[in-house]
């Protein structure tokens, strides 16, 4: 006690110099009406703060209505004005959820992105402090992509302007680590079961890491939504990075282990994970790459036979001569979810990809390879999640590999109106490169003795 007086008597008179605050915002959201809308309040503190804006362009159609202390706000465009600039305030603003990605029939939950309930303050304070707390209807939780600590996400500053999957509702979630990154795993049904959907992604995660000695990301999250679809083991797929990294899959609920494990749609999500995005007139690229590689490191990795993958390079090939309205490679890149051309940009992109990794072998003697070239290169963009100029890629790709053609080569692609020469593909002079390129590569896929099946 005597000790406890003496060091108050002895206490500074002047208060201890503290940090000064980072700007806050603290959101509450309330998934409401049956998980077909958001009621969220955000209360900003220590930043000026004009607007909320959502991210892109067509959120803005799901905004309801905005208000502080009851008073309705100006939400036109989808921009919630507030009415003088503020530096502390909590604004209520409702979304509802008119597009959902998917609503589950036999479970309570619905796929959203953020873009469809987050709101970010304009201008954006750079050193934003922000937590996002759910609630959600009762035995439902929340999945998201982002840092997370008792139930609180902390997104950081990409997740206010990229979009990322999230889940709201009753899901089964599991998580465990591969290839040096830890992966956590929401799928909403209970199909395919939890086994299954480990050994499918581990090999998927395995396959992509042995592009190099390490999987491209810390931390991957899995959103899996079966949906039963004629004929295809996985229906669908798609990558996103706001905030983490995210990959939505949509497997058949019917799938075996083996049928799932021998598709290519998770080593092809995952290998973009490797690159940046890219611009849309550049997407031949990041497509074509990500083509190539499901192919090759399913061959490598032993979930596919060598022979089926040179088989699929070549109709794919065929395919993509047949796709596409006589525009350059760019126009077709640029114009591709209107035209539906996906075959050429994905197969010309794919015939760039194989062109590089048989020239860069070649020169040098199996050294160098395009796999080892986006391992070493990809540093340079590893950051970026908003969409890069194709130049970036390649001349990074060009720097780490030491070759002099890249850049040339992926701007005579992106200027060609018809199909790629693809002789690399068949002719009788590349035949050992070719053995080379989907040769197996167990140890490098993380396949033991112990490990394998
Ligand atoms: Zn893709």
Excluded at 124 to 138: E, G, M, T
Excluded at 152 to 168: C, H, R
Excluded at 310 to 338: D, I, P, V
Aim: glycine share 8%; aromatic share 10%.
């Amino acid at each position: 006690m005597l000790l406890w007086l003496l060091g108050c008597a002895h206490a500074p008179e002047t208060p201890v110099p503290t940090e000064p605050a980072r700007p806050t915002a603290r959101y509450t959201v309330t998934i409401f009406d049956n998980f077909g809308g958001a009621k969220v309040r955000v209360c900003l503190e220590g930043a000026t703060v004009r607007e909320l804006v959502p991210i892109g362009d067509n959120a803005g159609r799901e905004l309801r209505g905005a208000w502080i202390d009851g008073d309705m706000l100006d939400t036109s465009r989808g921009r919630i004005r507030l009415r003088q600039p503020s530096r502390v305030s909590c604004v209520d603003y409702e979304t509802r959820f008119s597009s959902p990605m998917f609503r589950a029939s036999d479970s309570d939950a619905v796929v959203v992105t953020q873009a469809q309930w987050l709101w970010r303050p304009d201008p954006f304070p750079p050193d934003l402090d922000a937590s996002i707390r759910f609630v959600i209807p009762a035995g439902g939780h929340a999945s998201l992509p982002w840092p997370r600590s008792d139930g609180v996400y902390f997104p950081e500053q990409s997740a206010f302007f990229t979009s990322a999957f999230g889940v709201f509702g009753e899901f089964d979630r599991q998580a465990f680590s591969v290839a040096g990154a830890h992966v956590d795993i929401t799928r909403l049904g209970p199909k395919p079961p939890d086994d299954d959907v480990r050994r499918w992604i581990g090999r998927a995660m395995q396959a992509t890491a042995s592009v190099g000695d390490r999987f491209p990301r810390d931390q991957v999250h899995f959103l899996i939504v079966p949906v039963r679809s004629q004929g295809r083991q996985v229906f669908f797929g798609m990558v996103r990075r706001g905030g983490g990294s995210s990959v939505l899959l949509v497997p058949s609920p019917d799938a075996s282990v083996e049928q799932l494990e021998a598709d290519w749609i998770a080593v092809h999500e995952l290998s973009h994970l490797w690159l940046p995005p890219l611009r849309s007139k550049d997407r031949w690229l990041s497509e074509g790459i990500a083509t190539y590689l499901q192919e090759v490191l399913r061959a490598r990795c032993g979930l596919q036979s060598s022979e089926r993958a040179w088989t699929r390079l070549e109709e794919g090939f065929a395919r993509g001569r047949r796709s596409g309205g006589g525009r350059s490679l760019a126009s077709e890149s640029r114009n591709m979810n209107r035209t539906r051309a996906y075959h050429r940009v994905y197969w010309a992109g794919t015939a760039f990809a194989l062109e590089v990794d048989v020239r860069l072998r070649k020169d040098s003697n199996g050294e160098m390879t395009l796999l080892r070239a986006i391992s070493d290169a990809q540093p340079a963009w590893e950051t970026e999640v908003r969409p890069v100029p194709a130049s970036v890629v390649l001349r990074a790709l060009q720097d780490a590999s030491g070759a002099k053609f890249i850049e040339d080569l992926g701007e005579k692609y992106a200027k060609r109106s018809d199909f790629p020469d693809v002789a690399y593909v068949d002719s009788p002079e590349y035949r050992e490169v070719r053995a080379q390129i989907t040769s197996r590569a167990d140890r490098a896929c993380g396949i033991s003795d112990e490990s394998s099946r």
